[in-house]
Nanobody, 123 residues
Framework: QVQLVESGGGLVQAGGSLRLSCVAS????????MGWFRQAPGKEREFVAG????????RYVDSVKGRFTISRDNAKNTVYLQMNSLNPEDTAVYYC????????????????WGQGTQVTVSS
């Protein structure tokens, strides 16, 4: 099993920034890729950003390209999501995700989920 714990959410004004962190513990050697999804009220969970833990292959949903950056610190078993130029449409619960395969963009392929952290962007 792998446990994922997110932190860093909060309330921010439009145009502001937040950095989310996700610390993985347990059988982390079994994970190949990690990333972030989000779910707004009344909407389906959507992929936001992801990457292979060996580096490279960063993927982003079009709506966050140029504003969000995913990064990792393998020594700390931590993945980050730097979110800049936030707008109210980014308001959602953000979930950390880990996969046993390089596929990190499809929710049904995710092996482990964090508990989620709320991000609220006011206008």
């Amino acid at each position: 099993q792998v446990q994922l714990v997110e932190s860093g959410g909060g309330l921010v004004q439009a145009g502001g920034s937040l950095r989310l962190s996700c610390v993985a513990s347990g059988r982390t050697f079994s994970t190949v890729a990690m990333g972030w999804f989000r779910q707004a009220p009344g909407k389906e969970r959507e992929f936001v950003a992801g990457m292979k833990l060996t580096g490279g292959n960063e993927r982003y949903v079009d709506s966050v390209k140029g504003r969000f950056t995913i990064s990792r610190d393998n020594a700390k078993n931590t993945v980050y999501l730097q979110m800049n130029s936030l707008n109210p449409e980014d308001t959602a619960v953000y979930y950390c995700a880990a996969s046993h395969t390089p596929v990190i963009t499809i929710a049904s392929m995710i092996a482990y989920w964090g508990q989620g952290t709320q991000v609220t962007v006011s206008s």
